[in-house]
């Protein structure tokens, strides 16, 4: 059975599609299996070499296709060139068969290759990936602290008499599986329902901690992706604030145990975690 590949670019509120069915088809595509890859080491005492450090380099992705030739195609043609600026960040979503993964970039060149007026007008894109990996296309959140129902239907709640419908359970440990190919950075979200004070994240021996004080409907949101780390209350900046013991960690491949504490009102945070899944490719 043929392999089923679509793809859609996504900048700046715009999409351009390219599949069997739009106007424009994908010839060949390049890159999105997987990315460069360097290797340090040092020579030792010993035969051979002592790997120091593995890289994953930046990514390359080339597309070749062409444009349908119909009472459309100058149209096509134009928002092509209009769509792949340089200047703008992208996202490209690939589909192989049921498979879809994204992963964000910027067009490093862009050109029609055709020399035939007459034929059908192809192109080629390339797109540079300064962070290689593709990730899920869905973020995957857990919410730690879980509500046990109390009722099931049919209900009888008693005249002057209410019924409890649930109770929140106070487990301030949880279990994440990262099932991707390698660790991954997490966006944490922290609700105050009464005052907390200097909440604490921890993950596999490492963790964040942030010297503040939040009360009824703060939000904390502590980010450790890479180049995306930060911490914000409420949306401003605090990433001052972050205890000089901590350390951003990331998600192991496997199974992690993520805890959250304070030095006071543990009990009143709500915590959610959301994560994306990184892969080497598609």
Same mark, same amino acid.
């Given at each position: 059975?043929?392999?089923?590949?679509?793809?859609?670019?996504?900048?700046?509120?715009?999409?351009?599609?390219?599949?069997?069915?739009?106007?424009?088809?994908?010839?060949?595509?390049?890159? @999105?299996?997987?990315?460069? !890859?360097?290797?340090?080491?040092?020579?030792?005492?010993?035969?051979?070499?002592?790997?120091?450090?593995?890289?994953?380099?930046?990514?390359?992705?080339?597309?070749?296709?062409?444009?349908?030739?119909?009472?459309?195609?100058?149209?096509?043609?134009?928002a092509l060139?209009?769509?792949?600026? #340089?200047?703008?960040?992208?996202?490209?979503?690939?589909?192989?068969?049921?498979?879809?993964?994204?992963?964000? !970039?910027?067009?490093?060149?862009?050109?029609?290759?055709?020399?035939?007026?007459?034929?059908? *007008?192809?192109?080629?894109?390339?797109?540079?990936?300064?962070? #290689?990996?593709?990730?899920?296309?869905?973020?995957?959140?857990?919410?730690?602290?879980?509500?046990?129902?109390?009722?099931?239907?049919?209900?009888?709640?008693?005249?002057?008499?209410?019924? *409890?419908?649930?109770?929140?359970?106070?487990?301030?440990?949880?279990?994440?599986?990262?099932?991707?190919?390698?660790?991954?950075?997490?966006?944490?979200?922290?609700?105050?329902?009464?005052?907390?004070?200097?909440?604490?994240?921890?993950?596999?021996?490492?963790?964040?901690?942030?010297?503040?004080?939040?009360?009824?409907?703060?939000?904390?949101?502590?980010?450790?992706?890479?180049?995306?780390?930060?911490?914000?209350?409420?949306?401003?900046? @605090?990433?001052?604030?972050?205890?000089?013991?901590?350390?951003?960690?990331?998600?192991d491949v496997?199974?992690?145990?993520?805890? !959250?504490?304070?030095?006071?009102g543990y009990?009143?945070?709500?915590?959610?975690? !959301?994560?994306?899944?990184?892969?080497?490719?598609?």
């Amino acid at each position: 059975m043929a392999s089923k590949l679509e793809l859609v670019f996504s900048s700046k509120n715009k999409k351009i599609e390219m599949n069997k069915k739009s106007d424009f088809r994908v010839i060949s595509i390049q890159g @999105i299996e997987a990315s460069q !890859y360097s290797i340090s080491s040092i020579n030792g005492n010993q035969d051979g070499y002592i790997v120091t450090h593995e890289k994953i380099e930046p990514r390359e992705i080339t597309i070749v296709g062409d444009i349908e030739k119909n009472s459309n195609e100058d149209i096509n043609r134009n928002a092509l060139i209009s769509f792949f600026n #340089p200047k703008l960040e992208g996202e490209l979503k690939v589909t192989r068969n049921d498979n879809s993964k994204k992963i964000s !970039y910027r067009v490093s060149s862009f050109r029609f290759t055709n020399t035939n007026m007459h034929e059908f *007008i192809t192109f080629e894109i390339v797109l540079k990936c300064a962070n #290689p990996y593709f990730e899920s296309i869905d973020n995957y959140g857990k919410d730690i602290a879980t509500i046990t129902k109390q009722f099931a239907f049919p209900l009888a709640i008693l005249q002057n008499k209410g019924k *409890i419908m649930g109770y929140k359970t106070y487990n301030n440990n949880v279990q994440l599986y990262n099932d991707g190919d390698c660790e991954t950075g997490c966006e944490i979200h922290i609700k105050a329902t009464s005052t907390v004070i200097k909440p604490k994240i921890s993950l596999n021996n490492k963790f964040v901690a942030v010297n503040v004080e939040m009360s009824l409907g703060d939000e904390l949101i502590i980010n450790t992706n890479q180049r995306k780390k930060s911490i914000l209350l409420n949306g401003n900046n @605090i990433i001052q604030k972050i205890d000089r013991q901590s350390s951003f960690f990331n998600l192991d491949v496997g199974d992690n145990i993520m805890k !959250y504490e304070s030095d006071e009102g543990y009990e009143s945070m709500n915590v959610t975690v !959301y994560f994306y899944k990184k892969y080497l490719g598609v």
